[in-house]
RNA sequence: GCGAUUGUAGCUCAGGUGGUUAGAGUGCCAGGUUGUGGCCCUGGAGGUCGUCGGUUCAAGUCCGAUCAGUCGCCCCA
């Protein structure tokens, strides 16, 4: 867990809230302009709803969540992912049937009871989209295109792998070739590879151990028995990610962790980012609504990693576009007459008002230092009061950076500071 | 859940073989006449040496345990 903080801190530079929203903002936009409304669901969700979306048998049901009872003897979960929650959201308030073409996004935190590392965290944030209600594979272009974009445009260089898990039935058949094909080996596996050939053979394909790697090499690839429907879909994704220009690269072994996977499934990789190095990944779920007791809607989306994307930018030395936090002008007074402190109070009011960022020290800093806080801060005006000033209903204003410095009627220079010129 | 590694001011780090009131740089605060900033000069505050226990006349330093961080495995975002 980490705080994101205000400043950026000498170890993690890349932690500010600043850096956050920039990344929000640049997401928010983008899915925008693609139709995608917002949904924010809740942190509890019932347990049973992951149990019964992720798979009993998976790492993140079986070791990873922040489960416990409540006082009315309920077991609640934090959510370890996004799709699920918002699918339950969606059967409850119906928007299935009144939207029949459903495109969502969301921002939200997720949590994961593993061990901490460099770009894994016990509670992490995902942006995401979810699409309802098409099983056409323009949609599955179109999710990964859009998560594809938001790396690329925010400079981030990355590789997109893509596989296809078929239906149930292809994956079934599958399995019993796989298995078929490793029983002879099996005793050569490793042990991680022997516990998964039991537990959840094709997980065996996503191996790092390279004597399994070698005996895993002439494999039957699950493609093959995809069926002609499946098939043609894998095939139609490929032709519309190349017609926009979108280079991929079909990875055999990209078998995800969640058992509501069907057909399209895909990770996104990034450098620099140590063993933590999906950026995000995501794929095709139409089974999953009605296993969640709604109706038959095809839907897939994607998840992207907050964290990740902060630290592969950092990586790059790339900082987002982010907005500007200081104020324009800084009001500076001379002397210790009640009646500048006074002036110098409505002018600065009277500037946010006209909205103007406007700020003034409280410290009873010197004259000097004043101007210290006010660089600090990074003003681009300074506005100073004296008693003359004061008398007169007049302040100067100062540009910082060219030491500029004209008289002003404390009532026209707001609109001075909005031309931005003396 | 497993393995490796680190833990001394806010931050980056010094502190041979144990030995007085634990240091530096940087940052912070103040002063250098509250009418002109960035630089500079001077001064100051700030540390139960991660925590607990042990060895010893004496522990930041040696030993054990524990906690936390980091990195890796697993898995994923």
């Known amino acids: 867990m980490y705080d994101v903080l205000p400043y950026p801190s000498a170890k993690e530079p890349w932690l500010t809230t600043a850096r956050w929203r920039a990344i929000e903002r640049h997401f928010r936009e983008m899915v925008m302009r693609a139709g995608y409304r917002e949904i924010r669901t809740p942190i509890l969700e019932p347990t049973e709803l992951f149990k019964r979306s992720i798979g009993e048998a998976t790492d993140i049901v079986s070791k990873e969540m922040f489960t416990f009872v409540d006082r009315g003897d309920r077991s609640l979960t934090m959510k370890p992912e996004g799709t699920a929650p918002a699918v339950r959201a969606c059967i409850e308030h119906n928007l299935f049937t009144e939207h029949p073409l459903l495109k969502l996004y969301y921002i939200g935190q997720n949590f994961r009871y593993e061990r901490g590392q460099k770009g894994r965290y016990r509670q992490h944030q995902q942006l995401g989209v979810e699409v309802f209600g098409a099983t056409d594979a323009a949609v599955d272009a179109e999710v990964l295109a859009l998560a594809m974009s938001f790396f690329t445009s925010l400079g981030v260089s990355c590789r997109l792998h893509i596989n296809s898990v078929g239906t149930t039935d292809c994956r079934t058949r599958y399995r019993e070739a796989l298995k078929a094909y490793v029983e002879p080996s099996l005793a050569n596996l490793s042990d991680?590879?022997?516990?998964?050939?039991?537990?959840?053979?094709?997980?065996?394909?996503?191996?790092?151990?390279?004597?399994?790697?070698?005996?895993?090499?002439?494999?039957?690839?699950?493609?093959?028995?995809?069926?002609?429907?499946?098939?043609?879909?894998?095939?139609?994704?490929?032709d519309y990610l190349t017609a926009i220009a979108i280079p991929f690269r079909i990875d055999d072994g990209l078998v995800r962790g969640f058992d509501y996977y069907s057909g399209t499934v895909f990770e996104i990789k990034g450098e620099g980012l140590g063993a933590q190095d999906a950026l995000g990944g995501g794929g095709r779920y139409d089974g999953l609504v009605e296993e969640c007791g709604g109706a038959a809607v095809a839907g897939l989306g994607f998840g992207i990693g907050m964290e990740r994307c902060l630290l592969a930018l950092e990586a790059l030395g790339i900082a987002p576009n982010q907005e500007d936090e200081a104020p324009v002008a800084f009001i500076i007074t001379a002397g210790s007459q009640q009646e500048v402190k006074t002036a110098a109070v409505k002018l600065l009011y009277s500037l946010r008002t006209a909205g103007i960022a406007a700020d003034m020290d409280y410290q009873g800093k010197n004259f000097r230092r004043q101007f210290k806080r006010a660089d600090?801060?990074?003003?681009?005006?300074?506005?100073?009061?004296?008693?003359?000033?004061?008398?007169k209903g007049t302040v100067q204003l100062k540009d910082r950076s060219s030491g500029e410095q004209r008289e002003f009627d404390a009532e026209s220079v707001a609109e001075a500071l909005r031309t931005g010129r003396l």
């Open 376 to 391: 600090d801060v990074g003003t681009r005006f300074y506005i100073i009061i004296g008693e003359d000033e004061a008398a």
């Open 192 to 238: 991680e590879g022997q516990m998964r050939f039991k537990v959840n053979p094709l997980r065996m394909l996503d191996t790092k151990d390279q004597r399994d790697l070698a005996i895993l090499a002439g494999a039957p690839a699950l493609r093959e028995f995809l069926s002609e429907e499946s098939s043609l879909h894998f095939q139609q994704l490929q």
